[in-house]
């Protein structure tokens, strides 16, 4: 990101929300999702449903969703010029549009959401 930023080149925030692990419709009480389709191999690792876990809880003290809060995240770097979203639904659409309306993140959040962050463990790469 800082060679990007110094070279004055864009990036786009591709897999903002952990390919679905941050949009909320997994967690460790869910196995499989829209009835059929289960977790992504590459989010069944304990570790990243864990990670998930604690930015829900970062998202739902800041009354934002977990999506909200990763879209929130990711477009407070100058250098993000977009953070595509996969949206089936008007409602989902409506959700993820919402985070314009709060940005912002205080250094405590910056701060909680590094911690969860640092070890890697909610974008992890899917194997195609």
Not at 13 to 25: E, T
Not at 46 to 72: D, H, N, W, Y
Not at 73 to 94: E, F, H, M, N, Y
């Amino acid at each position: 990101m800082d060679a990007c930023e110094a070279l004055g080149v864009g990036i786009i925030a591709y897999g903002a929300l952990g390919h679905g692990l941050l949009s909320g419709k997994h967690s460790r009480s869910v196995g499989s999702v829209d009835g059929g389709r289960t977790l992504p191999e590459h989010h069944q690792n304990p570790k990243a449903v864990e990670a998930a876990s604690k930015v829900g809880a970062i998202a739902q003290a800041r009354g934002q969703t977990p999506a909200q809060l990763a879209l929130s995240w990711c477009l407070r770097k100058q250098v993000v010029c977009s953070a595509p979203i996969g949206v089936r639904t008007l409602d989902q659409l409506k959700e993820n549009l919402a985070v314009l309306e709060r940005l912002e993140l205080s250094p405590d959040d910056i701060k909680a959401i590094s911690a969860v962050a640092a070890d890697g463990q909610i974008y992890r790469r899917p194997r195609w």
